[in-house]
């Protein structure tokens, strides 16, 4: 029969308790609050969830209690071929606001690796899991003689996890790191600058992630089988803190009273009142005549290169002069030329899907959030209405 090992609690034990119970906290938080990107929340709060519920495994390892329910030995092993993948997810729908289902194509691996921990590894009982957890955190302690089991290619698979897991992070990292240097660069700011709040919140999101594939490369480097997975998992309860006040610093309780305050973010602008009056003419000029809004690769560096200004001073001019940001200007164009379409005789047949396209959507949840956020109806209930 399996042996019993004396609980073992430390500092490091009661790092990560904390870290689990603030992860679920907020998780449970993203999946459900009814604010914001409510597609990126919910890759967010799937990630924190999975991210949680892993280190949960570690805790019941690290502490012995595992020797208690070894049935659940490895259960959350599956998961962590979510996480690079929902992290990648969430900077993406985070910027964009799009979705796709063909996003769901990135859990594939997770997937399969489910379904064969399910056939060949769940099933299997206790005195095989007793094996398989001592080797990994008490190599020390005798281990019980019993059948050789074949898994067949699977076992081979599953020999090479660790480096499977870390070959898919270290990609998902390399491709995050270039969907945020795109957007970046159309804004034509740099990766490190602090102007676009939205970018730079996934910039940190970006580096924590990255932080955790350095510090799991190092560990197994450097400790046999699992022995340094607490360490990772104390790292990790840091960085759901850091999530957790960066969240609690940005809340909309500790902005009241902000409003009476006067903002001075252009105090040391070079703009003069001249140059902007002549630029909001040509502004409106160009936005009437050229319709650059339609296209979908619209950006601030491109408008203010036909305009002849800076983007800077371009995003000044729409702040201070019309009180918009560039993306809530150029959504203001779009839908307008949205409604002119959903309502002319000329395009009756038309989809909305295309004409969410046709006006520089490439989602229809963007363009129906967007439509409706301005219009205070869908597009569809605004074509039905204004038609009859």
Not at 90 to 95: A, Q, S, V, W
Not at 108 to 123: H, Q, T
Not at 219 to 246: C, M, N, Q
Request: charged content about 20%; aromatic content about 16%.
């Amino acid at each position: 029969m399996p042996l019993n090992h004396p609980l073992h609690i430390d500092l490091f034990a009661i790092i990560i308790l904390l870290g689990v119970v603030q992860g679920y906290f907020l998780a449970v938080f993203f999946l459900f609050t009814p604010k914001g990107n409510k597609v990126a929340h919910r890759y967010l709060g799937f990630f924190l969830l999975a991210l949680s519920t892993c280190t949960v495994e570690v805790l019941l390892s690290y502490t012995n209690y595992m020797f208690k329910i070894l049935t659940w030995v490895d259960f959350a092993e599956p998961l962590n071929f979510v996480l690079a993948p929902l992290t990648y997810l969430y900077l993406r729908t985070f910027i964009s606001e799009r979705f796709s289902w063909k996003q769901l194509w990135h859990f594939a691996p997770f997937v399969f690796y489910l379904v064969c921990m399910s056939i060949y590894i769940y099933p299997l009982p206790d005195t095989f899991k007793y094996n398989s957890y001592l080797d990994a955190y008490h190599p020390d302690l005798p281990f019980i003689k019993i059948e050789v089991v074949e898994w067949g290619w699977f076992c081979k698979i599953r020999d090479y996890v660790n480096d499977l897991m870390f070959a898919q992070m270290v990609v998902y990292v390399i491709v995050g790191f270039i969907e945020l240097k795109k957007h970046f660069n159309k804004l034509d700011i740099t990766f490190f600058s602090k102007e676009n709040t939205s970018l730079s919140w996934c910039r940190t999101q970006w580096l924590s992630f990255a932080s955790i594939v350095l510090l799991f490369l190092i560990i197994k480097r450097t400790f046999p089988s699992d022995l340094g997975d607490h360490i990772l998992s104390a790292h990790i309860t840091f960085i759901i803190y850091v999530i957790s006040f960066s969240v609690i610093r940005q809340s909309d309780f500790f902005k009241l009273g902000e409003e009476a305050k006067p903002i001075k973010k252009y105090e040391n602008s070079t703009l003069t009142e001249e140059i902007q009056d002549q630029t909001l003419e040509r502004l409106k000029w160009l936005m009437q005549s050229e319709k650059p809004y339609l296209k979908e690769d619209f950006s601030l560096p491109s408008l203010a290169k036909k305009l002849g200004v800076s983007s800077h001073h371009l995003s000044q001019i729409l702040n201070e002069s019309l009180g918009q940001s560039f993306f809530d200007y150029a959504a203001q164009w779009r839908i307008a030329e949205a409604q002119r379409l959903l309502t002319s005789s000329e395009s009756n047949f038309i989809k909305i899907e295309e004409i969410a396209e046709m006006v520089g959507y490439n989602s229809k949840s963007a363009f129906n959030t967007a439509f409706k956020k301005i219009v205070g109806q869908t597009p569809s209930q605004y074509r039905k209405e204004e038609k009859g």
